[in-house]
């Protein structure tokens, strides 16, 4: 039994095998198809390959937060194991779920005073905001306080680095993220953009480049670029992927190569993001001076 309990939400993209040995609760952010009149998230998720292929076929997902008072209840529910909760949310510059669960959380404060309940805006996204409740859950499990570790959350999740490709621009022009012209021109001359999260949690493109293979050794080269002090720190690095395995295991067996990081985990990129995203999406997170 641990003194308090860390949550995040489903959009970390964490392993179903990590959050149950580590005993992380998580909170799901509800996506849907238009055409099928029924809700995944809370009350049951969809196979994430079945949502894949679905997405491959023309199907086009919709997504929704959390609202304060789904957040409510969920604490609520927590705070029957434990009154002390550290919650890393999902980055407020993409969702509004960050606000949903702070005024759930004030809410609750304020009519029970033993309750304790810290929400931190990770401004982090899929596996980034997996590898920081990583790194949580291991200064948790050594002992650190819930303060302690919630002020090194806060002052180092700038430090968070993310950088992603992605094989299809349709997807990244839906959600207002590229113009129509930028995608059509894209996909005709196999331009793959490189994007990264800045320090307000938005997506912002930073590169393009001709063809896969270099957009993923891109990704690569900006980590090696990206690191700086943080270097001999970077024990583990996350890779997230929608639907293209193989590519995301390509830029791990690099990054072994090239830097000796031997630890990484690697895992599919959930509905809620890879409703934005599309198919053939490649992540990368790791430490880094700055975004």
Known sequence: ??????????????????????????????????DEGKSYGPNGEMDPYEFYEKVRHGSLPVTSQVNPEEAKENLLKLMEQNKKILYLAFSSGLSGTYNSVRLAADEIMEEDPEAKII??????????????VYYAVKMRDEGKSMDEVAEWVESHKLNLLHVFTVDDLYHLHRGGRVSKTTAFVGTVLSIKPVLHVDDEGHLIAIGKERGRRKALLELVKLMEEGMGRFKDENKIFFISHSACKEDAEFVRDEIINRFGIKENMINLIGPTIGSHTGIGTVALFFLGEKR
């Not at 995040?8 to 179903?16: H, I, Q, V």
């Not at 805006?121 to 905001?129: I, K, N, Q, R, Y």
């Open 1 to 34: 039994m641990y003194d308090y309990i860390i949550a995040t939400d489903s959009t970390a993209d964490l392993p179903e095998s990590f959050l149950r040995e580590k005993e992380i609760p998580c909170f799901h952010l509800t996506y849907s198809f238009p």
């Open 119 to 132: 929400v931190i805006d990770t401004l982090a996204a899929s596996m980034g905001e997996g590898l920081l």
